[in-house]
């Protein structure tokens, strides 16, 4: 997937930003692009805020042709994969629509055709992940910006391990205690996030992980 980063530097922190995604912001509202190929599956996290974050809302902005999308699939994540959303040629609409895409949450999207989706909405302040004891869950940050797991709020807890995909998971990476995060040339951060990517992370800890970490829009 080409991916690009650009961003109003009076609006949003430049230095939290880099090349991933196209990044358009003025005041707290903007857009993001993420470009894709076709008959490809993507592991996203919805970086803006809509009217009401439901597949229909969020996906709404489809490049060229909307019939080319038909066939195209999200699917979300309550505790396992939920049923998934469809992108119906013709009528040109997500059916059933419905899945919560609220920022920070991950999401599986197949693209049918290559093009670009546009995410139009706020910028939020606040990224607030709740991840369940001893369970999987799909995951992301909640800001349009690139960079480490830690710098995003998940600073990790022994034994974490979180999954990245990229037309398949990669080795992932474990949180040691003391260390940080450790995989295959990851630094102690954790591996840097592209703009929107969603992330599948196992909450390795016997109680339910909170993780609230605050952004500042200049």
């Not at 990851?186 to 609230?212: C, K, M, S």
Request: charged share 10%; with cysteine.
């Amino acid at each position: 997937m080409r991916t690009k980063a650009l961003i109003c530097a009076a609006v949003l922190s430049a230095s939290l930003f880099s090349t991933f995604a196209q990044v358009y912001s003025l005041n707290v509202v903007g857009y993001v692009n993420k470009t894709v190929a076709a008959n490809s599956w993507y592991l996203w996290s919805n970086p803006l805020k809509t009217t009401n974050d439901t597949t229909a809302t969020v996906l709404a902005g489809l490049s060229g042709t909307l019939d080319n999308w038909g066939d195209s699939l999200v699917y979300g994540w309550n505790g396992g994969f939920t049923d998934a959303d469809t992108f119906v040629a013709g009528l040109n609409q997500w059916i059933p629509g419905t899945i919560d895409l609220s920022p920070g949450k991950g999401f599986f999207f197949f693209a049918k055709t290559a093009g670009t989706v546009t995410y139009v909405g706020e910028v939020v302040t606040t990224n607030d992940v709740i991840l369940p004891a001893n369970a999987w869950t799909l995951t992301g940050s909640a800001f349009p910006i690139s960079a480490d797991l830690q710098t995003l709020g998940f600073t990790g807890n022994a034994l974490d391990f979180v999954y990245r995909f990229n037309n398949g998971y990669n080795d992932g990476d474990t949180f040691v205690t003391d260390v940080g995060w450790v995989g295959t040339g990851t630094p102690p951060g954790g591996p840097v996030l592209d703009v929107g990517e969603g992330i599948f992370y196992q909450n390795a800890q016997g109680t339910q992980t909170h993780y609230v970490k605050s952004f500042t829009i200049n």
